[in-house]
């Protein structure tokens, strides 16, 4: 049991001058107050342990003498933006909730992909061209008959025109009706003067011109649009993929452990992850004394280290990594 006290005080110290810390105050092992040192650590300013040993030796403590099952350290490290994860045997069944993988990856990299392929298939240049070209024809048709019509209508306006000419008005209520009439009229004979003059060719061509071009900007809206829906599926997806990533290596290492030691791991094992936003999330098997278990929990590890495989590996899909990729 000394022995044992005395390899503690020595890890202690090992991780104080690793990991930095409150140092000065403790010039040996002997020295090494767990309390006194916890209550010199610095703190980040989002309030958590700028120190990781300081946040392990916190969690830890947590555990011992708290009596907790599992515990997370939130906002840890100089920029509190790294998180430290301890799992007891009785919280084997908290792992997953905690560290497994969100499963609706899968299911956006589907759905963007197919939004990719619908629109690379909906917009492809050959069918842009042929919708360009189809709003084209039809405005041609159009201007053409615009044009006809135009002509049609000046003619009548032109024939109106002189009949009126020759024509007396004697009352004055009657001039000033017909005095907007003329106006309105005037307004319609130049604009199908304007279009007459013109000409059929002129005209299917402006109209040829106008419509393609509503076509090309109705096409343009609508890319986009499909092009903005689908990369907001995508980043999602993107956001799920990164993080899932980084959760599969301490999971995938979890598991090996487990494996490896053929569901017969020590009771004081602890399960400890250091997630950190850019370098790779590690897994550490540590040990603990004091967690108090009973005979009977002890009993029933070894089922529960063979049923928490078995959730990694189908939490782990396409992600799981087989001893013969090592």
Not at 98 to 117: A, Y
Not at 127 to 132: A, D, P, S
Not at 173 to 179: D, M, N, Q, T, V
Not at 180 to 201: D, M, P
Request: proline fraction near 3%; include cysteine.
């Amino acid at each position: 049991m000394k022995t044992k006290k005395f390899l503690s005080m020595i890890l202690s110290l090992i991780l104080i001058l690793n990991f930095g810390g409150p140092t000065k105050r403790y010039a040996n092992a002997a020295d090494f107050n767990e309390e006194e040192f916890l209550a010199d650590c610095p703190k980040n300013p989002k309030g958590g342990h700028e120190s990781i040993s300081c946040a392990k030796i916190a969690a830890k403590n947590a555990l011992k003498k708290e009596g907790k099952d599992y515990v997370i350290m939130h906002d840890v490290g100089p920029l509190a933006n790294e998180e430290i994860y301890y799992f007891t045997f009785r919280s084997l069944d908290k792992i997953l909730d905690e560290l497994g993988l969100d499963p609706s990856e899968d299911r956006l990299r589907e759905e963007w992909q197919s939004l990719e392929k619908e629109r690379d298939s909906y917009f492809s240049p050959l069918k842009n061209i042929l919708r360009v070209c189809i709003g084209s024809l039809l405005g041609a048709l159009g201007g053409n008959g615009v044009y006809s019509l135009a002509q049609s209508s000046y003619k009548g306006c032109h024939k109106s025109s002189h009949r009126n000419h020759h024509s007396h008005k004697s009352s004055h209520g009657l001039e000033l009706s017909e005095h907007k009439h003329q106006r309105s009229g005037n307004f319609l004979r130049e604009s199908t003067r304007v279009i007459s003059k013109l000409g059929a060719n002129t005209m299917m061509l402006i109209g040829a011109t106008c419509l393609g071009l509503i076509t090309s900007i109705l096409l343009k809206i609508k890319y986009n649009a499909a092009w903005a829906k689908e990369n907001e599926v995508f980043k999602k997806e993107y956001k799920i993929h990164k993080l899932n990533s980084k959760k599969s290596v301490p999971l995938n290492r979890m598991l090996q452990y487990i494996k490896g030691s053929n569901y017969s791991l020590g009771a004081e094992t602890l399960f400890s992850v250091h997630a950190m936003p850019k370098d790779v999330w590690m897994f550490h098997p540590e040990k603990l004394e004091g967690l108090n278990y009973i005979e009977e929990e002890k009993a029933l590890f070894p089922e529960k280290l063979k049923k928490l495989s078995q959730d990694i590996e189908k939490n782990l899909g396409r992600r799981l990594e087989k001893k013969d990729e090592q």
